[in-house]
């Protein structure tokens, strides 16, 4: 299935936080912070969005911004471009 993202939005593949186990102590799912990093995927026909993010770009988004979807069991979220705060280079 492809994912073709509207107007300022974009689409990214979230990156898992690498497991941390300090102490022995387990730490349940529903405890872990969320994600804020990912790769973009596909990018919205917005012209500025365009000019600044590229499918492959690693990206830092809001905590709480875009709506989480799975796709061929892949974890996907869709943002706007506002809610993508810094690309990493």
């Known amino acids: 299935m492809k994912l ?3 107007g300022d939005r ?3 593949k979230v ?5 941390k186990m300090v102490g022995g102590i387990i ?7 969320k994600p804020v990093m990912g790769e973009v995927v596909a990018i919205g026909t917005d012209d500025e969005v365009k000019e600044n ?3 492959g770009d690693n990206v830092i ?4 911004g875009g709506t989480e979807v799975t796709i061929d069991g892949q974890d996907l979220i869709i ?3 506002g809610d993508v705060l810094a690309k990493l280079g």
């Open 4 to 6: 073709e993202p509207l």
């Open 79 to 81: 943002l706007s471009y």
């Open 15 to 19: 990156s898992e936080p690498e497991e």
């Open 10 to 12: 974009v689409v990214v």
């Open 61 to 64: 988004y809001a905590k709480y």
């Open 27 to 33: 730490i349940p799912d529903t405890v872990k912070e």
């Open 53 to 55: 993010l590229k499918e």
